[in-house]
């Protein structure tokens, strides 16, 4: 992670979490053609601001059920029932996105507090989604504002 990236999140206080929902974790379960690999789930999920326990309690939920289906690599299927969900549902870093669309695509670390309040995001799941976004180019840090990119905002104005 970027040296300007980690001063902004680790100045922050740690929240409640976000309230995760199945229907959005179907939502990106959906993208991957409702099935996930032992050693996919951490890189489908955590991007997208789902805690680690979240996932672990609703997949294994699923399994022990009878509602999920695991083969015998560990592939775990959702059937066409849940996935996908009828409708879409945000996951966490679309709401981020949705504050910084909101905040004409910029958000300053002093801002940070309440949107994290008002998402209810950890510092790790704030940390999973934003980190990606930065490495890839699509948030730009200058001192202690953060911008998101022209087409990223764009996209996250229209969700």
């Known amino acids: 992670m970027r040296p300007a990236l980690v001063l902004i999140l680790c ?9 995760q929902t199945e229907v959005a974790l179907y939502t990106v379960l959906a993208r991957q053609g409702c099935s996930v690999g032992p050693h996919e789930v951490a890189d489908t999920f955590a991007p997208e601001g789902f805690t680690p326990e979240f996932v672990r309690d609703t997949l294994t939920g699923l399994l022990i059920d009878g509602t999920a289906t695991e083969d015998a690599v560990g592939r775990l299927s959702v059937p066409p029932s849940l996935c996908p969900p009828d409708t879409a549902a945000a996951t966490p870093k679309q709401q981020f996105l949705g504050e910084f669309a909101a905040n004409d ?22 940390q999973a989604i934003a980190t990606p976004l930065y490495d890839a180019g699509a948030i730009e840090v200058r001192g202690r504002r953060a911008t998101l990119s022209d087409t990223l905002c764009g996209a996250a104005a229209t969700n």
């Not at 100045?11 to 309230?19: G, I, R």
């Open 105 to 126: 695509c910029a958000l300053h670390a002093s801002d940070l507090d309440a949107v994290m309040g008002r998402l209810g995001l950890s510092r790790a799941q704030l």
């Open 11 to 19: 100045a922050l206080p740690v929240p409640v979490l976000a309230e």
